[in-house]
C-alpha cells in the first residue's frame, strides 16, 4: 500500500474513532439533560399536585368550624371558608392545565386521578353544606356523628389527590431516577402533613361541643400518631441516606422543634384530658391557633425537599452540559489537530519524498527534470532536507555526467569523421574508402550486381603547382572534389585516393553507365575552370581509367583497382583528358 494511501487510511480510522468516541459522550450526556429536564417537569406536576392535597387538607381547618357552629351561617367562619375553597380550587386548576398540556401516561393518568378527587371533593363540599344548614341541635347530638361524615369525605379526597401524587413522583423517578430520594421524602412530608392535620380534626368536634372524643376518634388518635411516628423516621431516614444539603438539615430540624417537640405532646396532653374526661381547658378556636401554625413547618420540609431535588437535577443538567460543550470542544480541537498533522506531514514529508521519487526515475530514464526539491526543502536540516540534498547531488551528478558522455560521444564521432575524411577536399580519405568500398563490393557481390570502378588523376598536376604555386594546385584539387561531388549519385563513393588521384565505386551500375558519367565527369572539370587564388581562371583536366565487371561476375576491388589503373595510365600515355577502360587494354590495339 502507498504510503499517502495508508496515511490517509490511518487519519481516517483515528478521526472515526475519536468522533464516535466523543459523539457516544455528547449522546450519553445529552440523553441525562433529557431525561433530567423530563424528570424535573414531572416533578413540577407532582409538586402542584402535593399543593392541591395540601390545600384540600387546609380547607378541612375552616370547614370543621362551619360544621359545629351553634349559629348557623356565621358570615365570617363562611366567608373564611369560601376563601380556602377558592385557593383549594386555584391549586386545582393549576395542576390540572400542567397535567393536560403534557401528554405522557403517568400524567393522563394522574390527571385522571385528580378528576375524580375534585368530583369527590364536589360532593364532600355539597355534604358539609348541607349538614351546616342544619339546626345546631341536630348536628350536634349525641351518637349522629352528623359532622364528622362530611370530614371523612374530605379525607378521601385528600387520599385520591396523593394517589396521583405517587403516580406522578414515579413517573418522575423512572425518567429520572436521582431524583427519587428526594422525592420519596417530599412524598413523605407530604403525607406527614396529612395525617397531622387528620389528627388535628380528630380534636375539633370534642372541643366544639366540650365532649370527650368520640369511639371513632379514640380508635383514629393512636392510629394517627402512630403513622405520624413513622413518617418521622422515614424522613429521617431519607435525610440520613447520602448527602443531605445544609437547608434541608434546617427544615427537619424546624420541622422536629415546632411540630415534633410542641404540637404532638400538646396533643397528647389534650387527648388525654379529653379521655380522662378533665375538661379541655381551652376552645376549639384556640387549639386551631396552636395545633395549625406548627403544620407549616412541615409543608417547609416538603418544599425544602423539592428545592433540593429541583437544585440537584438542575446542577447535574448544567454539569451535563458543560461536559458536552468541554466534549464538543476538546473534539473539535481533536479533529483540527488531526488535520493540521495530516497537512503538515503531507506536506512535508509525503510531497518532498514523492518529487525527489519522480527526479530519481527521471534520472534514470535520461529525462532532463525539473530541481528534485524546492529551495525551502534544501534549507531543510532534518532527515527530509538530508534526503532532497542527496538527490539533488546525485541528479547534478548523473546530467554532469551525461553532459561529459555527449561531449565524449561528439568528440569520438568527430576523430570518426576526421579520420575517414580529407583533410584538404572533405571526400573521404584512401583508408575509409577502401573500407567502405569493401562492403558495397560484397554486397554487390551477395546480390549479383555489376560494379564500376572510375580512377582519374589530374593533367599536369606538377606544372601547375611548379607555375602558380601550391596553394593554387590545392584549390585546384577542392575544386575538382566540388565539380565530382556534383556528379555523384546515392550509393556512389567518391573519395580522394592520394595526391590528385581521385577514385568513384559505383555498385549496380553497368559498363555503359560507368562510361557515362566518366565521360560527364570529364566534361564538367573541363568546362569549369579553376579560379586561382590571384582571381585567374585555369583551365584543368583529368584523365580516366574504367573498370568493371558485369552483373553475376565475380568481383574484387584490389582486381578492379589494377585494371582501372592501368587504364588510366593508358590514358595518360594517349594523350590525357581522355577515358580508358581496361577492356580495351585486352584488345588488340590497331596500330
Ligand atoms: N598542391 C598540391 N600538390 C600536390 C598535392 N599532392 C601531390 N601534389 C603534387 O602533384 C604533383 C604530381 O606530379 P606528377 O606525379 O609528376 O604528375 P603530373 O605533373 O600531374 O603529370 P601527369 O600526371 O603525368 O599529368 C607533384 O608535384 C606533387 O607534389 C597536394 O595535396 N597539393
Known sequence: ???????????????????????????????????????????????????????????????????NDTEPAAPAKRARLQEFRRATDAAFDEALTALADSSDAASLSTLGQLQKAQRELARARVEVDRVAALP????????????????????????????????????????????????????????????????????????ATGQPPGREEQREIPLLTGRIEQLRKLIALQARAGHTPAPLLAAIADMEAQYFAVSLPFIEQIAERGIAGRP?????????????????????????????????????????????????ALGLAVLCIELTVFLLIRHRVLLPLLRSTQAMNAVMRGEVVQPAANPATLLRTDEIGDMARAVSALQEATQHGRALEAEREQLIAQLRQASDTDFLTG???????????????????RHGWPVALIVFDMDHFKRINDEHGHPAGDAVLLATAEIARGQVRQGELLARHGGEEFILLAVGCRPDEARQLAERLRQALAAH??????????????????????????????????????????????????ICSHDELRSPTPD
Open 427 to 445: 571526400l573521404l580519405n584512401r583508408r575509409a574508402f577502401t573500407e567502405q568500398a569493401a562492403r558495397l563490393i560484397a554486397q554487390a557481390r
Open 280 to 328: 379541655y381547658g381551652l376552645d376549639s378556636a384556640e387549639f386551631v391557633a396552636r395545633y395549625v401554625p406548627p403544620m407549616k413547618s412541615i409543608v417547609a420540609l416538603r418544599d425544602a425537599l423539592f428545592a433540593a431535588a429541583r437544585d440537584s437535577a438542575t446542577q447535574r443538567v448544567a454539569e451535563a452540559r458543560q461536559r458536552m460543550a468541554i466534549n464538543a
Open 136 to 207: 345546631h341541635a341536630q348536628r350536634s347530638a349525641p351518637g349522629q356523628r352528623l359532622t364528622r361524615a362530611p370530614i371523612d369525605l374530605m379525607f378521601a379526597v385528600i387520599d385520591t389527590v396523593l394517589a396521583g401524587v405517587t403516580t406522578q413522583s414515579a413517573a418522575a423517578e423512572t425518567v429520572y431516577p436521582e431524583l427519587s430520594m428526594p422525592l420519596v421524602g417530599a412524598r413523605y412530608a407530604a403525607e406527614l402533613r396529612e395525617y397531622a392535620g387528620r389528627l388535628g380534626s380528630q380534636f375539633t368536634t370534642p372541643l
Open 1 to 67: 500500500m502507498r504510503l499517502t494511501r495508508l496515511f490517509l487510511l490511518t487519519t481516517g480510522l483515528l478521526l472515526a474513532l475519536v468522533s464516535s468516541l466523543l459523539l457516544r459522550s455528547i449522546w450519553t450526556d445529552g440523553r441525562q439533560v433529557a431525561a433530567a429536564e423530563l424528570g424535573l417537569a414531572a416533578m413540577q406536576r407532582a409538586y402542584l399536585a402535593m399543593k392541591v392535597a395540601e390545600k384540600a387538607s387546609a380547607e378541612r381547618g375552616p370547614t370543621i368550624p362551619v360544621l
Open 529 to 578: 575552370p579553376v579560379p586561382l587564388p590571384d582571381g585567374a581562371p585555369l583551365r584543368v583536366t583529368a584523365s580516366f581509367g574504367l573498370a568493371w565487371v558485369e552483373a553475376r561476375q565475380p568481383v574484387e576491388l584490389d582486381e578492379l583497382y589494377r585494371n582501372a589503373d592501368r587504364a588510366l595510365y593508358h590514358a595518360k600515355s594517349t594523350g590525357r583528358n581522355r
